[in-house]
């Protein structure tokens, strides 16, 4: 079983910046894609950030510009280097992996840290 465990979460004011990490339990290279996921209140939780096994970054056009997503396949973390905070950034960040080979898909999520971002 993979264990995804998210740290850096913390509360700032607009503008600031935070800086999220997701330690896993075995090497990052086996997986698909690690990606952040982000649940602000009430809302469906929603994909900000990717990175893939050949390298290859997708951002959602909401963080653009503002978020960066990278990984230290040394340590098995993947990190989440988020700039120019907005109040509408609030919610709860999830870390999540994928994996598959033919026939299997596997998927596993992190617990969630808290982001709060005050105006």
């Known amino acids: 079983q993979v264990q995804l465990v998210e740290s850096g979460g913390g509360s700032v004011q607009a503008g600031g910046s935070l800086s999220l990490s997701c330690a896993a339990s075995r090497s990052i290279d086996s997986f698909r894609q690690m990606a952040w996921y982000y649940e602000g209140p009430g809302k469906q939780r929603e994909k900000v950030a990717a990175?893939?096994?050949?390298?290859?970054?997708e951002y959602a056009d909401s963080v653009k510009g503002r978020f960066t997503i990278s990984r230290d396949n040394a340590v098995n973390t993947v990190y989440l280097q988020m700039d120019s905070l907005k109040p509408e950034d609030t919610g709860v960040y999830f870390c999540?992996?994928?994996?598959?080979?033919?026939?299997?898909?596997?998927?596993?999520w992190g617990q969630g840290t808290q982001v709060t971002v005050s105006s």
């Open positions: 999540y992996a994928d994996t598959w080979t033919p026939g299997t898909w596997s998927d596993y």
């Open positions: 990175i893939f096994s050949g390298g290859n970054t």
